[in-house]
């Protein structure tokens, strides 16, 4: 009786306690992390794509959730930089264009997120 008490405390424990959170990156350690990277792309939005990483620049290849099957990869290409807990890119028309700063967080290795709860990309490493 006592063994079944303590596995259903210790259930109730594990499954009240709180997720284990991404771990946030200062924007500087991201463009690190990043450097020379290839990835793969998935954005809240359902866009996919794949891109690479240079220590200052970033080029993407990418489809829009409502292009159709048939319709052309858009491409564009970014410069970064760092601030505080974000990384700053400079799109020309990726994500509606120009300047947008954004908070990253490593998810498991290799695996991060750029952005917001609300307005976000996945990046995984190739």
């Given at each position: 009786m006592k063994s079944s008490i303590a596995a259903a405390a210790a259930l109730i424990a594990l499954l009240s306690a709180p997720a284990l959170a991404d771990r946030t990156l200062s924007g500087a350690e991201a463009q690190r992390l990043l450097a020379g990277k290839r990835f793969n792309l998935q954005c809240i939005d359902g866009t996919r794509g794949t891109g690479s990483f240079s220590g200052?620049?970033?080029?993407?290849?990418?489809?829009?959730?409502?292009?159709?099957?048939?319709?052309?990869?858009?491409?564009?290409?970014?410069?970064?930089?760092?601030?505080?807990?974000?990384?700053?890119?400079?799109?020309?028309?990726?994500?509606?264009?120009?300047?947008?700063?954004?908070?990253?967080?490593?998810?498991?290795?290799?695996?991060?997120?750029?952005?917001?709860?609300?307005?976000w990309c996945d990046i995984s490493a190739r």
């Open positions: 200052r620049s970033v080029t993407v290849s990418y489809k829009r959730p409502a292009a159709g099957e048939d319709a052309m990869e858009s491409m564009d290409k970014a410069t970064v930089s760092a601030r505080g807990n974000e990384i700053c890119l400079n799109w020309k028309e990726f994500n509606g264009g120009g300047d947008g700063c954004y908070p990253v967080a490593e998810k498991s290795a290799g695996k991060y997120r750029l952005g917001s709860s609300s307005r």
